[in-house]
């Protein structure tokens, strides 16, 4: 299983950026997807996360409001749409998958992509 996330880059602070995760070597619709973001000296975050049914998802309260997570399996890719954004949302994103119904923010994954960087400058 390989999951490939693209997407960040540098963005204004409330600007938009939309990250893909591709997942490759795995039925995605048996998949539950989560991101999580890192930024330097902090701890690894759970974003956000979508179960195998595209009307189980969760956000982190930081994401509330702000970022939307969505899945096409047709495409084995989950996305997730951020606006709004802020400095404080300057971290790499990762991508994660597992065998799962639900999905939580807990880094309870089996497969973790590389990760992507979003910087926002403000």
């Known amino acids: 299983v390989q999951l490939q996330a693209s997407g960040g880059g540098l963005v204004q602070a409330g600007g938009s950026l939309t990250l893909s995760c591709a997942a490759s070597?795995?039925?995605?619709?048996?998949?539950?997807f989560a991101w999580f973001r890192q930024a330097p000296g902090k701890e690894r975050e759970g974003v956000s996360c979508v179960g195998r049914s595209s009307d189980y998802t969760y956000y982190a309260d930081s994401a509330k409001g702000r970022f939307t997570i969505s899945r096409d399996n047709a495409m084995n890719t989950v996305y997730l749409q951020m606006n709004s954004l802020k400095p404080d949302d300057t971290a790499i994103y990762y991508c994660?998958?597992?065998?799962?119904?639900?999905?939580?923010?807990?880094?309870?994954?089996?497969?973790w992509g590389q990760g992507t960087q979003v910087t926002v400058s403000s």
């Open positions: 994660a998958a597992v065998d799962s119904l639900g999905c939580t923010v807990l880094p309870l994954y089996s497969y």
């Open positions: 070597g795995v039925t995605t619709e048996n998949f539950a």
